[in-house]
């Protein structure tokens, strides 16, 4: 409730359930967008920026169903360069992605990250 950032500051042996900030007691919640939350103001604005600025976009772990966050995907067929790739575990996304890659983003994105080193290690 008091708006601050909690990184370690409830105390890891409490028995609560429930963590609470030690600041000012209200509860600690992940630093997340939940389904039916707002958006933070100006968080479409800027990923659409972000967007447009990159060569390559890469969605993960998302079904891409629920708007705004669905239109990203949209935004990269729009430009006249670079590349989306999607990491979903089921088909998600499919017939959107440049490139797709099915998996689970623990095994996969950590191998996409080898294959892009080994590349640019070649040029």
Excluded: W
């Amino acid at each position: 409730s008091c708006g601050s950032l909690a990184h370690d500051s409830f105390a890891s042996s409490s028995s609560c359930y429930v963590p609470r900030h030690e600041g000012c007691g209200g509860v600690l919640k992940a630093d997340v967008v939940l389904f039916g939350e707002p958006l933070p103001v100006g968080a479409m604005a800027a990923a659409a920026k972000a967007v447009m600025a990159s060569s390559v976009v890469l969605v993960v772990g998302t079904s891409l169903e629920v708007a705004p966050a669905n239109m990203i995907p949209s935004m990269v067929k729009y430009r006249p360069f670079g590349k989306l790739i999607i990491n979903n575990l089921d088909g998600s996304g499919k017939d959107r992605a440049d490139i797709f890659l099915q998996g689970n983003s623990s095994e996969v994105l950590p191998a996409l990250v080898r294959r892009v080193r080994e590349l640019s290690q070649r040029q």
